[in-house]
Nanobody
Framework: QVPLAESGGGSVQAGGSLRLSCAAS????????LGWFRQAPGNEREGVAF???????NYADSVKGRFTISKDNAKKTLYLQMNSLTPEDTGMYSC???????????????WGQGTQVTVSS
């Protein structure tokens, strides 16, 4: 079973919404922290949001108030609801899992392959 498998990416116009999903394996989902990163061409990976085992969430300033991270324990699935999208949100969005909850790439143990999000103006 693939540790992390993202879906839900696509192309949308500015102001639109997308909901990303990340199906996790039993072992990966048991990680204390789950999150999302994104990377635009030519840019470094950017932490978008994470949720810990107690349900505490944290967001990058650039997405606060627009994005919502959540999870369904029964389905072992992580979600990212993205509203009011702008062209600056364009990038490859990857699901991550690990034991340290920070918006810093190096602390995450598991990475999905990613799903592309493209926002046009």
């Amino acid at each position: 079973q693939v540790p992390l498998a993202e879906s839900g990416g696509g192309s949308v116009q500015a102001g639109g919404s997308l909901r990303l999903s990340c199906a996790a394996s039993e072992n990966t989902y048991s990680s204390y922290c789950l999150g999302w990163f994104r990377q635009a061409p030519g840019n470094e990976r950017e932490g978008v949001a994470f949720i810990d085992g107690d349900g505490y969430t944290n967001y990058a300033d650039s997405v606060k108030g627009r994005f919502t991270i959540s999870k369904d324990n029964a389905k072992k699935t992580l979600y990212l609801q993205m509203n009011s999208l702008t062209p600056e949100d364009t990038g490859m969005y990857s699901c991550v899992a690990g034991y340290f909850c920070e918006l810093v790439a190096k602390v995450w143990a598991y990475w999905g392959q990613g799903t592309q999000v493209t926002v046009s103006s």
